[in-house]
Nanobody
Framework: YVQLVESGGGSVQTGGSLRLSCTASEFTFDETDIGWFRQAPGKEREAVATAITNSRTTYANSAKGRFTISRDNARNTLYLQMNSLKPEDTAMYYC????????????????????WGQGTQVTVSS
């Protein structure tokens, strides 16, 4: 069965950086939507960044200019480089993948994603 396993979360101070990784098994990173979502305590899950290829990406406004999503299809791994972290970035970060792509640019709608990881916690302290 498909497994997505996230890693790289942790605790950092404001302004720090983290790099999240998501490795997939039983799932091929071809041209389909894969991405990162997050959920803070008491809030709904929201999109962070998604990618079909390294040049076809979509970012939430909160991530633009600070986060970079990338994928290594040969390693079946998705990354999220997060710089200039803020306390409001504190959340559980989830990797997600879609069975098929729905457009030229990847979707930010979590309803379009079929597979989810268990999440990795990111905590940013002030």
């Amino acid at each position: 069965y498909v497994q997505l396993v996230e890693s790289g979360g942790g605790s950092v101070q404001t302004g720090g950086s983290l790099r999240l990784s998501c490795t997939a098994s039983e799932f091929t990173f071809d041209e389909t939507d894969i991405g990162w979502f997050r959920q803070a305590p008491g809030k709904e899950r929201e999109a962070v960044a998604t990618a079909i290829t390294n040049s076809r990406t979509t970012y939430a406004n909160s991530a633009k200019g600070r986060f970079t999503i990338s994928r290594d299809n040969a390693r079946n791994t998705l990354y999220l480089q997060m710089n200039s972290l803020k306390p409001e970035d504190t959340a559980m970060y989830y990797c997600a993948a879609a069975r098929t792509s729905r457009g030229f640019l990847p979707s930010l709608s979590q309803n379009d994603y079929d597979y989810w990881g268990q999440g990795t916690q990111v905590t940013v302290s002030s």
